[in-house]
């Protein structure tokens, strides 16, 4: 079974620097695109990054342009998240997502927090 476990986030600064990792299982992680989402209470979940299955392409909301970086090790079937400058409009529920198989089921995981924070 599809399986996305993601980790790294926690308390910092604002101006300070995080990274994201998200562990694929359970499906051929080097042919999907992946992306990171991210959600604050009473908001809908918002795109902040994707990456192609090669990693040769990349897209980022607005937002977090010029400060955030998505890579991807399809070696070790882990997408990451590189967040630099964060601000406090960053602290949010930070979710990866695979979308997986002829059907294109969207399958999330359980999620990390970041709270941006003097």
């Known amino acids: 079974q599809v399986q996305l476990v993601e980790s790294g986030g926690g308390l910092v600064q604002p101006g300070g620097s995080l990274r994201l990792s998200c562990v694929a299982s359970?499906?051929?992680?080097?042919?999907?695109?992946m992306s990171w989402y991210r959600q604050t209470a009473g908001k809908e979940r918002e795109l902040v990054a994707s990456i192609t299955s090669t990693g040769g392409s990349s897209n980022y909301a607005d937002s977090v342009k010029g400060r955030f970086t998505i890579s991807r090790d399809n070696a070790k079937n882990t997408v990451y998240l590189q967040m630099n400058n964060l601000k406090p409009d960053d602290t949010a529920v930070y979710y990866c997502?695979?979308?997986?198989?002829?059907?294109?089921?969207?399958?999330w995981g359980q999620g990390t927090q970041v709270t941006v924070s003097s």
């Open positions: 359970g499906f051929t992680f080097s042919s999907n695109a």
């Open positions: 997502k695979a979308v997986v198989g002829s059907w294109a089921r969207a399958y």
